[in-house]
């Protein structure tokens, strides 16, 4: 009987530890993998990596990918596969990228459609490695990735080369196959059972959950759960490992070498044994690789960690949460999404739809501050908001495609305001929609800058914020049911109006749109915009001699808006530019003010003030947007 152990993760987004347990991070998680190099021989060990860490996080957005190569060369992996999003910032970009890591990718089932070729320089459709005198032959088979490219079957591609290296006469002639894979875990259970003969073992990536397939024995004292898309799994060997240096899997495997039909010898794995292991921060960081990291950070972290905001309610921004029901956080973006272009467009918004997969923390943020950091964590995309006309069945359509994979975790599961929707996710997909109403927000109070009074008390520091049972939701107000045949304007991501994760009917051809993907806002850039426009309006009503700051702030960004519309009128007649905006607005951003104040009958005093709790404070609720039927 022969020991081959494997280390295996994926799907990795953030270099430094989060704030809550298992905190992650590049450091903890290479003293990990130290760990298990020195508990198991290098040549009976080796490190796989299933894709996806170029794209998207804070440090790639900023970087585009570079401020990930120390840490991924820290980590001795011996062969990786790509992920969807490596592909983010571009062929060239990825191809130069590889070029500075010192392991190989692989990239079996999608081609050039040109040359036939993998397509980018150094990718790879197989790698062999020699453990434990064993030959392993690696694939890698992934679910979809940029449609420029030449996508072929992962079950096709998988059965065929499997057998090509496995032929006893051929060249290869290796022992076992293992597929690192990119894909959801229907399609690894499919991959799995449909290429039994073939494939001993899938290592799956894009899923951000950790799941252990029936084939395989759990150690260590971990439940197996049954996530969404689970219930195929007829006793499959597939691991998926997490996410973001959080958790890992240790793999024991037991292989056996049996007589064959011919006369002759082959190597067959008889059992394998996974440990979930989670990056603590009981784990002690590697001095070299965390100063490395300290290095390529170092000129974000100050910007990173400003608070901007204050939550008296949690926002829940896990995976499982957004992909799959209604969230408070995800109808608080809606909401900011419906009203983003309100002065720039001559029709009122009807709507707005995103999706959960726009949403990429996979995290709760609780009650308290809200960072800069945590914004661009939740949306690292560089993903314009749009604004399009489509009819009314179009938009039946996108929600139709919206909750076609209930209950799996699909980033196509719809996140919108301005509409409730009555659903049955036991029915068959694309028919599960039983009711869609219009509604309408009530009316907000006017603002006047000369009327404004000071009905706001300063909270001085030491006071709670009000606990987030105690908001009570606004009702909906329904206008109307939806009309087949209607026009409807709706404000959306660029990504879903181009068809994207199955949003084919928001990207036919009679789609017309009032904001394009040039002249839109991007969707970190709105949240940090309404945090400022909430500070001000606050600030002018808690005291009127914030008012002169303020009224001078606004003209300011008034003039700036002018003088760029003057110059642009010709061409440039529904909305600013994404530049021009944040410039105006950098005008009047504010951190800290001091005002004095009489509190009761003892003298003036100063009070400074924490200016996120008392003027930007947010409580997203759930408000019954979603509702889940069984007729």
Not at 139 to 164: I, Q, R, S, W
Not at 197 to 211: A, K, N, P, Q
Request: proline share 5%; with cysteine.
């Amino acid at each position: 009987m022969r020991k081959l152990y494997i280390l295996h993760f994926n799907d990795i987004y953030h270099l430094s530890p989060g704030k809550q347990e298992p905190v992650g991070g590049a450091a903890r998680f290479a003293t990990a993998v130290y760990d298990f190099r020195k508990q198991y021989d290098l040549d009976k060990s080796c490190v796989l990596f299933s894709g996806d860490v170029f794209n998207p996080s804070i440090e790639s957005s900023i970087s585009r990918g570079e401020h990930m190569i120390p840490p991924l060369n820290e980590l001795t992996i011996d062969v990786a596969c790509f992920g969807n999003h490596d592909f983010d910032f571009g062929l060239p970009n990825l191809a130069r990228l590889i070029k500075k890591t010192n392991f190989p990718w692989l990239l079996s089932n999608v081609v050039d459609e040109e040359t036939g070729e993998s397509p980018v320089n150094g990718g790879k459709k197989w790698h062999i490695l020699e453990k434990s005198g064993l030959k392993i032959a690696l694939l890698g088979l992934v679910e979809n990735l940029p449609p420029t490219l030449k996508y072929l079957d992962f079950v096709e591609v998988g059965k065929k080369l499997a057998a090509k290296l496995r032929d006893p006469a051929g060249p290869y002639a290796v022992d076992l196959v293992i597929a690192l894979s990119h894909s959801r875990l229907p399609n690894d259970i499919i991959l799995a059972k449909k290429c039994q003969d073939e494939i001993d073992l899938v290592l799956g990536g894009h899923d951000h959950f950790y799941y252990v397939g029936k084939g395989c024995e759990v150690l260590s004292g971990w439940t197996r759960d049954d996530p969404g898309g689970s219930q195929n799994d007829d006793g499959v060997r597939v691991v998926k490992s997490g996410t973001d240096f959080r958790e890992l899997s240790i793999l024991e495997i037991d292989v056996e070498e049996v007589d064959n039909e011919d006369g002759g010898t082959i190597k067959v794995l008889k059992n394998i044994s996974v440990t979930r292991r989670e990056i603590t921060s009981a784990i002690i960081e590697h001095t070299q690789l965390a100063e490395l990291i300290n290095q390529a950070t170092s000129s974000i972290t100050e910007k990173m960690s400003k608070p901007i905001a204050y939550t008296n309610t949690p926002w829940d921004c896990r995976s499982t949460t957004v992909r799959t029901q209604e969230s408070g956080f995800g109808n608080f973006v809606a909401d900011l999404m419906l009203h983003a272009y309100a002065p720039c467009v001559n029709s009122n918004i009807d709507c707005s739809l995103m999706c959960g997969g726009a949403i990429r923390s996979d995290r709760i943020y609780p009650l308290g501050e809200i960072t800069l950091g945590d914004i661009l964590e939740i949306f690292p995309f560089e993903d314009t908001i749009v604004v399009v006309q489509i009819t009314g069945q179009q938009l039946w359509d996108a929600l139709e495609n919206g909750f076609s994979m209930v209950p799996k975790q699909e980033g196509r599961f719809p996140i919108f305001s301005g509409l409730k929707v009555e659903y049955n996710p036991k029915s068959e997909p694309g028919k599960r929609l039983r009711k869609v109403w219009l509604t309408a927000p009530p009316l907000p109070t006017p603002i006047s800058l000369d009327t404004l009074e000071t009905d706001i008390s300063p909270i001085v520091e030491g006071e709670d914020a009000s606990e987030s049972d105690s908001i009570p939701p606004t009702p909906l107000n329904i206008i109307g049911e939806l009309e087949m045949d209607k026009i409807y304007t709706v404000c959306t991501r660029a990504y879903m109006a181009q068809g994207y994760d199955g949003y084919h009917s928001l990207a036919l051809p009679n789609t017309k749109y009032l904001v394009d993907d040039e002249n839109g806002i991007i969707q970190s850039t709105l949240l940090r915009r309404y945090f400022i426009g909430l500070y001000y309006v606050n600030a002018m009503r808690f005291n009127k001699s914030c008012e002169e700051r303020t009224r001078e702030a606004v003209l300011k960004a008034v003039a700036t808006w002018k003088k760029f519309t003057e110059k642009k009128t010709a061409t440039h007649d529904r909305h600013l530019s994404k530049r021009d905006i944040s410039d105006a607005l950098y005008l009047s951003m504010g951190e800290k003010i001091k005002l004095t104040q009489a509190i009761g009958e003892e003298e003036s005093k100063t009070v400074t003030l924490d200016f996120m709790k008392t003027w930007v404070t947010v409580a997203p609720v759930i408000e019954g947007r979603i509702v889940e039927v069984d007729y």
